[in-house]
């Protein structure tokens, strides 16, 4: 079997400019923002290439990247527009990858390329964070930020602090303004380090650092599927990433990076707009809530995937019926929009090629539901002057979990914020096989301004909805609620 490299695919050579430097090479960044490029370049809207810097000490993919001379294979598996997809590209769009902690001079060297223009990241949200022990003097410093900081200082000697000189930056971490974050992680680098005012001037007049939100589930290297995915394709690819058709990207900008990076004349679902901001609670209230609010009573129900939830009769019309009656309805938002994106929702959720572990989305499962499914169900309640039920059951079902960490008998585990762990263990105590006990955590949790930012005992009829639902699961469990709370028609 051939290996994917260019001896075997020398017809798969480029010769285009390097113009973008990109820190990560994860599964993530190089089967979206690599396979935009890929498609801009193949549509002859766009001519350059990607060099893929190595974001941590442990990293192995440029290494890999590197012996298949930057070639590898992005499979998109899934359900849009109703239709079943499963397509395999080859990916040439990167050039080289780097070791910065072996090679950091020529990530330097990088920045000396006047076709050099744009910076992509994906460092994980952990990696847009400021360090206060990176230094000026280290090659390389550790952390992305302090790595680009010395990037630019670089790149704004070389050129004598050009005013044209500076770059279009893109971070795709996933957190909000992410973009403004990560300039003010910069300067505050170049006051530690006491680089020169005109320098600072530089960085934030001649540079770009755009607020973006990103939107694809990229599963991975298919290592349970790799012998027959590698016997339909034909050669050996040790990087293989798969994910899902679906694909969004918003940039808060203006028009003018369409010139540089003409994503939406290349028919990729893009959207450049001064404030993106709907486009994220879109997200987060939609997709993320549509997870959130739905997964724990599908878990205490016996289910582990996403795809078990959506295809099972019951949790996946209350699923459905949740995100198109309940959540949808409580966001103030142009409604076309809203259901173009609930309809793509649904059938992300159904996708029968991603394993989706229902127990990796319940992971620090209190945060979420505040700011995923909490916004909704006050919003819902102040549009339409009574608590959407379905969403207070959700609230019960998570509140559940909590009570013995057991399902059907069995122990499991997840992870959760350590303050609110002891607090939802320490309600359950008041728990006395009542109703009232019921009542007494609903009120005991409820309560907490810690956990929710506000008393929700403010509102008792949510209280005693809460209440009412734990009680049932204790003596029901969660999929007879459920099927009692279907409506007759999705």
Not at 101 to 124: G, H, Q, R
Not at 243 to 272: M, Q, T
Not at 400 to 421: C, H, I, M, V, W
């Amino acid at each position: 079997m051939k290996q994917l490299n260019l001896q075997s695919f020398p017809e798969l050579k480029s010769n285009r400019p390097e113009k973008i430097i990109q820190f990560g090479e994860g599964n993530f960044i190089r089967a979206f923002m690599d396979w935009m490029v890929q498609q801009m370049n193949k549509q002859g809207t766009f001519n350059g290439s990607v060099v893929a810097v190595q974001p941590t000490p442990r990293g192995k993919v440029v290494g890999k990247l590197n012996a298949q001379d930057g070639l590898f294979t992005v499979i998109l598996r899934g359900i849009q527009d109703g239709q079943t997809v499963n397509s395999s590209e080859i990916i040439n769009c990167v050039s080289r990858g780097i070791n910065p902690y072996i090679d950091w001079n020529d990530v330097l060297k990088c920045a000396e390329n006047p076709d050099m223009e744009f910076v992509f990241s994906n460092t994980t949200e952990a990696g847009l964070t400021y360090n206060p022990d990176d230094r000026a003097d280290m090659q390389p410093p550790l952390s992305y930020p302090a790595k680009l900081t010395l990037f630019l200082y670089h790149r704004y000697e070389y050129f004598h602090g050009a005013p044209d000189k500076g770059m279009y930056i893109i971070p795709c971490e996933l957190l909000e303004d992410n973009g403004n974050l990560l300039r003010n992680i910069l300067l505050r680098y170049c006051d530690d380090w006491k680089l020169p005012e005109e320098f600072k001037t530089w960085l934030t007049k001649c540079n770009k650092f755009y607020n973006s939100l990103v939107d694809r589930v990229v599963s991975g290297y298919p290592k349970d599927e790799i012998e027959t995915i590698t016997a339909e394709l034909g050669y050996e690819d040790t990087l293989i990433a798969c994910g899902e058709p679906f694909h969004f990207l918003a940039l808060e900008g203006d028009e003018s990076l369409s010139e540089k990076l003409p994503f939406i004349k290349s028919g990729l679902n893009v959207v450049i707009e001064k404030d993106i901001t709907k486009y994220r609670q879109r997200k987060v209230r939609l997709l993320n809530g549509g997870h959130t609010a739905n997964v724990p009573a599908s878990f205490l129900a016996g289910l582990d995937t996403v795809a078990e939830m959506m295809n099972d009769e019951i949790t996946g019309r209350f699923a459905r019926q949740t995100i198109k009656n309940i959540i949808l309805p409580s966001v103030s938002m142009d409604k076309q929009m809203l259901d173009d994106f609930a309809g793509a929702v649904i059938e992300r959720f159904q996708n029968p090629f991603i394993k989706h572990q229902l127990l990796s989305i319940l992971l620090n499962c209190t945060s979420k539901f505040k700011v995923r499914v909490l916004p909704s169900l006050l919003e819902y309640q102040e549009k339409f002057g009574t608590f959407p039920q379905n969403l207070c059951f959700s609230f019960a079902a998570y509140i559940y979990l909590y009570k013995s960490n057991e399902r059907n008998g069995q122990p499991f585990e997840f992870t959760d914020d350590t303050a609110a762990l002891d607090k939802l263990h320490a309600a359950w105590k008041l728990y006395d096989n009542s109703l009232t006990g019921a009542n007494s955590v609903a009120e005991r949790i409820l309560g907490d301004s810690d956990l929710w930012d506000k008393d929700l005992t403010v509102y008792p009829e949510l209280v005693r909805d809460v209440g009412k639902y734990l009680y049932e699961i204790d003596i029901k469990g969660t999929k007879k609620i459920m099927q009692s709370l279907l409506m007759d028609e999705d």
